[in-house]
């Protein structure tokens, strides 16, 4: 039988190279962080203890109220509007990821939201590139070898995803490698933003859209069909076109297009299951979609707002599933095969880093 047929410990799992593809820069600060630029700048937090605070992050991203859920991001926005914090945070986004066996890793961010103390769009843009590299760096002084790419999301409810978009194509070959739209699904569809869709592919630029989340197949559908969509952020609700009642289960003509086509999903567990789209892991729709054999990636979405990490994903998802070395090695390759950074370069990961760590660890 081949070592990766077995199913592998939480030890190893926290060994095993990993590649990330949905990430929110401002869903992943330290607790401390947050506490040392707050009073720094004067603003007001709910605690002021590292640890209390981290469980204040979880648990109002817990309490199913829209509100608190959204309060959580006022505050680390807060403390992103400075340069040399949001160097710093990029930075320790780098490290944090790297200590985890992130080998690759796209984190997005709306550069917008971090304008509101002088930053220009284009300087936030910077700071964060800035931050990844000093944060590649130091992780490599650590031992850890990882690769920080930047996704810029424009956010739906606002009219700049123009002007971000053409800036994603501007620092592409930067480390910006794609764009995104963020924000609230109901109400602003992504055809709203239908023009910087189609200016993108005219630039041959990557993007990706955050749909299927909190709406239905309506927004999948647009995200793909309308607006040319290469992978979809989230994109959890694609189970609603399957039928599961059924042996061999039978897929609506959205869902087989979704499989057949390979349309990536980068699917966020413990995101959803925060947000309703699961009561727990072993109710998430991953577990049938990775069985129906979709392009699944697994990913941290807010690693401080869900208290997650790659790692944790990737236990909860064994725990729940039986998931063996080669069932995380083929959602972590999906991710690469998935990634927007050019060919050659997914590839070389996935054959020198990801094949022999998975056959190395699974080996013991």
């Known amino acids: 039988m081949s070592t990766l047929n077995k199913i592998p410990s939480p030890t190893q799992i926290a060994r095993l190279p990993k590649a990330l593809l949905h990430d929110h820069l ?3 600060l330290r607790p401390q962080t947050i506490i040392d630029i707050a009073k720094e700048i004067g ?36 403390v992103m509007q400075r340069k040399q914090d949001v160097v710093r945070v990029a930075r320790e986004c780098a490290v944090d990821l790297a200590r985890d066996g992130v080998v690759y890793a796209e984190v997005r961010m709306a550069p917008e939201l971090l304008t509101e103390n002088g930053l220009t769009i284009s300087a936030a843009i910077e700071a964060i590139l800035d931050g990844f590299r000093a ?3 130091e992780a490599q002084t650590e031992g850890n ?4 790419t930047s996704l810029l999301c424009g956010m739906r409810q606002n009219k700049l995803s123009q002007e971000v978009a053409e800036l994603a194509v501007k620092y ?39 749909a299927g989340e909190a709406y239905g197949l ?3 559908w647009e995200a793909i069909q309308l607006c040319g969509a290469e992978r979809l952020g989230h994109g959890v609700r694609i189970i609603d076109d399957v039928d599961l009642n059924h042996t061999p289960p039978r897929l609506g003509k959205l869902a087989a297009y979704v499989r057949d086509r390979r ?7 413990s995101s959803n299951i925060q947000t309703g789209a699961a009561a727990n892991f072993a109710d998430h729709p991953i577990g049938d979609l990775a069985k129906l054999r979709f392009r699944i990636t697994v990913n941290t979405d807010n690693r401080l707002m869900s208290a997650t990490s790659m790692s944790n994903e990737m236990t909860e998802l064994v725990k729940a599933f039986d998931w063996t070395f080669l069932d995380l090695q083929r959602v972590t390759i999906n991710a690469l095969k998935s990634s927007f950074i050019p060919f050659e370069e997914r590839l070389a990961i996935i054959e020198k880093v990801i094949k022999p760590g998975y056959l190395a660890i699974s080996a013991e």
């Open 172 to 210: 592409r070959d930067k480390g910006v490698v794609g764009f995104d739209i963020a924000g609230p699904e109901d109400g602003f569809p992504p055809s709203d933003q239908l023009d910087t869709f189609e200016y993108l592919r005219r630039e041959n630029a990557h993007f990706t859209i955050h």
């Open 43 to 78: 603003h007001k937090l709910p605690t002021y203890d590292a640890t209390e605070l981290a469980e204040w992050f979880r648990a109002s991203c817990d309490s199913g109220s829209l509100v608190r859920y959204l309060e959580t991001f006022a505050h680390t926005v807060a």
């Open 26 to 28: 401002d869903g992943g």
């Open 135 to 137: 944060g590649e760096k």
């Open 145 to 148: 070898t990882i690769r920080v």
């Open 218 to 220: 309506p927004s999948i």
């Open 263 to 269: 349309i990536p999903l980068e699917m966020c567990p």
